[in-house]
């Protein structure tokens, strides 16, 4: 399973986020299992189920600390081109 933990300046922004992942996904083909959390936009799932997007506002991002949560786990920072390399 993977996470993939972003964050949106504004309520608009994770909503637009949401969207254009949403709508990539489908061109390819892959339909969205479940969204949570689109109307108020402070945090969004998008479950893929063996992927999750988070799209979260930045207090949200840093009060939940996925990345001290998960840190024993494989990071990987990307571009904006989907480019990068793992992380220690």
Avoid: M, Q
């Avoid at 339909?31 to 063996?50: C, K, M, P, S, T």
């Amino acid at each position: 399973d993977f996470f993939v933990v972003c964050s949106g300046e504004s309520e608009i922004h994770t909503r637009a986020l949401c969207d254009a992942v949403l709508e990539e996904l489908e061109r390819e083909g892959i339909r969205e299992h479940h969204v949570e959390g689109y109307e108020h936009a402070h945090w969004i799932l998008i479950d893929y189920i063996d992927v999750i997007v988070h799209i979260f506002l930045p207090p949200e991002r840093e009060y939940y600390d996925f990345e001290r949560i998960w840190g024993d786990v494989p990071k990987r920072r990307l571009d904006d081109k989907g480019e990068g390399e793992e992380e220690n």
